[in-house]
């Protein structure tokens, strides 16, 4: 385990953490345009709502049942170089489908599967990301790294939404596929820069055998922890909703507010600022409260700021409660993952985070096909309000669940 980064003052005064950090920073900033450029492309092609969910389908669904395997491969490869080869598979993908519009010949078939093969490089590579954390800063200093790390993608959500929504209304969106593709070039070569993300001792490519035992001992281990198990399962429930409802948003504002490319853009940025501020409040309140206390309030918080959304006619102001809800979201996640980092066996920090991936973001799938399914054939307002009440009553749920309201680690 590494070593004197856990006594400097911040997580950024380590070296290697800083090189890590700016890394990832430029990773986000080209996943902050692809994120918008492709469901935008997706909707301007086929006008449909479950279509456009589908895009983000193709990242989800590969990412967390491949999950499974990168937390085996994490805890047994050199992790530095697992993130480089993830990054240099997904800059080919970007750079393919840059090419191929610059063509005029991407198709939503296309599409499909390069966001399967760059959802299947996000698994390897944020196994090795979730394990390298507590191996940079210390367990007890994950909650930070993570915040900080939220922060950077949250900074470029806020940026990016906005120029990509500007550049694809006078350009498409070549600029953004490219932009991605250059993004993880940029970060290959800050990640070269880091002497070691561990583990210390490199076991080499384990076989199928070992995979499998691998999985078997994350969910064991995971399942094993009340507290863990709880949160996960309840995790799975909020984000089948809370996802669900994300990924009709376009075809939401565009329908419900009659919202131009360019105010998509703006309200992803205004959620970015709200996002920010709650990664900001994880940072500095990082181990203040119980964790179990702080996550129940933030659920109710959560639930109640985002109400507005669904009764108001006014774009800019469900702007300010999507943003609301985004702030609470960040904290939730910070403290969640700093949460599992902290209880997690050092050992076996991939292999649990894999398990835990596959169960909270299975919650996601569901969601995306049922939200988009009715937003094609009933209304997006719908689907909307349907997430809404339902993230109340989950709220109300999780304060009534002592293994989630008493835990304290």
Request: charged share 10%; aromatic share 12%.
């Amino acid at each position: 385990m590494a070593v004197a980064a856990r006594f400097v003052p911040s997580v950024l005064g380590s070296r290697a953490f800083r090189q890590y950090f700016l890394g990832q920073s430029l990773s986000v900033l080209g996943d902050g345009l692809r994120t918008l450029a492709i469901p935008l492309f997706a909707y301007h092609l086929t006008h449909s709502a479950l279509s456009t969910a589908a895009s983000l389908a193709c990242e989800i669904g590969p990412f967390s049942i491949f999950s499974l395997v990168g937390g085996s491969l994490a805890d047994r490869l050199n992790r530095k170089y697992l993130m480089i080869a993830s990054d240099a598979i997904r800059c080919l993908v970007m750079t393919g489908f840059a090419v191929a519009y610059a063509f005029g010949v991407l198709t939503m078939p296309m599409i499909y599967g390069g966001l399967i093969v760059i959802s299947l490089c996000a698994a390897a590579f944020l196994s090795g990301q979730a394990s390298s954390i507590p191996y940079l800063v210390g367990q007890e200093r994950s909650t930070e790294a993570v915040s900080v790390l939220i922060g950077a993608e949250n900074f470029s959500n806020l940026v990016m939404p906005t120029l990509g929504g500007a550049l694809f209304a006078i350009f498409g969106p070549l600029p953004a596929l490219a932009a991605n593709a250059a993004t993880y070039l940029g970060s290959q070569l800050s990640l070269m820069r880091i002497p070691t993300l561990g583990p210390d001792d490199a076991i080499g490519v384990p076989s199928a055998r070992h995979v499998w035992d691998d999985i078997v001992l994350g969910f064991r281990t995971l399942f094993a922890d009340t507290g863990m198990r709880s949160q996960a399962l309840l995790a799975f429930a909020f984000n089948a909703l809370g996802f669900g409802g994300y990924s009709i948003l376009i075809p939401f504002l565009k329908r419900t507010f009659g919202a131009t490319d360019r105010d998509v853009g703006f309200f992803l940025g205004i959620m970015a600022i709200g996002a920010i501020c709650g990664t900001i409040f994880a940072t500095v309140n990082a181990r203040r409260w119980p964790f179990g206390r702080a996550l129940v309030i933030a659920y109710a918080i959560d639930a109640l700021v985002f109400l507005p959304v669904i009764f108001t006619r006014h774009i800019w102001i469900a702007a300010v409660a999507w943003a609301l809800s985004s702030a609470v979201a960040n904290f939730e996640v910070s403290q969640i993952i700093g949460f599992r980092l902290r209880v997690a066996p050092p050992e076996q920090v991939g292999r649990v985070m894999g398990a835990v991936r596959l169960v909270v973001l299975g919650g996601m799938l569901p969601g995306i096909f049922f939200f988009g399914w009715i937003a094609d054939h009933r209304s997006a307002h719908l689907s909307v309000t349907i997430s809404a009440v339902g993230f109340v009553a989950l709220a109300a749920l999780a304060a009534c669940m002592p293994a989630i309201r008493n835990e304290t680690r």
